[in-house]
């Protein structure tokens, strides 16, 4: 039941073995034992997680991350609405391109891959364009490990009165929050990131005021949010349309999981000792991290992969692999790099055997 291999790529990541073994049952979708025991559990969890404040509600939604995006950009927003995005990296970018596709107007705020958005610039773009309505914001831009000023953001947008979107995707249960305290109206996360969960669905946390307003806006059947959440609050815990039953109870295992290490902020530390021992530990291999340290996540960390004429990220990967760890290609389209992620089953002995693995691994230095 052991993996071969440790995932250093966030979402999907290494669960525990006691969170793929909960996957060793089959359940009735319309049974009280999954529904009630398990779905409704899961939903007051997540809220409690999300926030101490009253009035927020949680909805979880089939398909991956993405999908939870585009039925909450689809059904929060009516026709005739406009978002203000920020786009610094390909999830930003892929917001505003679910926009696109759905005909929503759309203002983006692009300060390159490696900045934070300018607050300024938002303040004026908001000040200047009443026609919008909403801004959705990436909490931790997995494409470069980068953080965005949610609070600051959410702030802004609440002095212009603006709906609040954040996509928490590869943050939530890894970095303490309260979307209540910033002004949150929908927070989107999904099954295999923090939480440590496998992929499966994704799950919106929203102000029930404003989800309530859903009603009948949606432009997708499968993907209507308002739709999926009253049939789960008038059914208890009932998923519309088939719900992905093994990942769901997984899921379940991996949040008493959550509360066994100690809650959100136990799982901060462990991720943020673990980045900061993976930042130290490639500097003294002579590897620079794309971000200035500031920046930084403690999710995932991009460094500069090596500029010698013999690396190529395959031969490099594969000794990594075989050694039993996996990491990501790069995904910035300016610059050349490789990432490593240290959220999921991951711990810092597990760290420092990768950077005595990436050593080993090193190749280009070897014949050089
Ligand atoms: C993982 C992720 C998503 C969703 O990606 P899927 O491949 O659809 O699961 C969205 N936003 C961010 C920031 C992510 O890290």
Redesign the pocket.
Known sequence: MRNEYLLLT??PLSTTETVRSAMLKDWCTWDDDYNKEVVEVIRRKLTALATQQPGYTSVLMQG????S?EATIGSAMKTGDKLLVVDNGA?GA?IAQIAEYLNIDCHVVSPGETAQPDLKEMEQVLTKDSAITHVAI?????TTGMLNPIQSIASIAKQHDKVVIL?A??SFGGIPMDIGEMGVDFMIS?A??CIQGV?GF?FVIAKQSELEQCKGRARSLSLDLYEQWHCMEVNHGKWRFTSPTHTVRAFYQALEELEQEGGIAARHDRYATNQTALVAGMKKLGFTPLLDESLHSPIITSFYSPTHSDYQFKTFYMRLKEQGFVIYPGKVSNADCFRIGNIGDVHPDDIERLINAIEKSMYWELSA
């Open positions: 966030p979402g991956s991350g993405t999908a995006v999830y892929r990436v909490h931790c831009e997995t996509d995707m590869s999904s295999n990131k992929p994704g």
